[in-house]
């Protein structure tokens, strides 16, 4: 099975290997090669880069994905769990059910084990959804009852 990722690396690459022509044209509009006249050739390599990545950004799409537009930390774990190794497209429809039968970290904390992973199903490495329930109690059982807003509160889950 094909990694995440494994078709935008190729893209990437075949991309980085048009970057280093002088004259890469991001769209019809915007040729990089002028900023190589007035910049050093690492200064350009990485403005170069700077706009393919934006280019490939903008006619990909990702930005419909449900996860960009929230600013809830429990639904980007969800999120960050879910995709581990996990295409992006099987990630969708489940990351959608997932939230829809357990809206809120106390509602995943509350559920038994065996219910997040029968949710979880489809996924695949089950321990990820193990993982995020003993989060979920651990967080819940806390004083605050929410996620961790520092680094080390989180990596302390």
Known sequence: MAKRGDGERAAW???????????TTVSATTTVAAAATTTAPQDTRRTQAHALLLAWYAREGRATLPWRH???PYAVLVSEM????TQVERVLPKYQA???RFPTLAALAAAPVSEVIKEWAGLGYNLRAV?????????VASASGALPDSLAGLLAL
């Open 13 to 23: 690459d075949a991309a980085m290997m048009t970057a280093e022509s002088a004259t």
């Open 70 to 72: 929230t600013r809830d």
């Open 82 to 85: 879910m995709l581990q190794q």
């Open 98 to 100: 997932f939230l829809a």
């Open 131 to 139: 993982r995020l329930h003993g989060i979920a109690q651990q967080a």
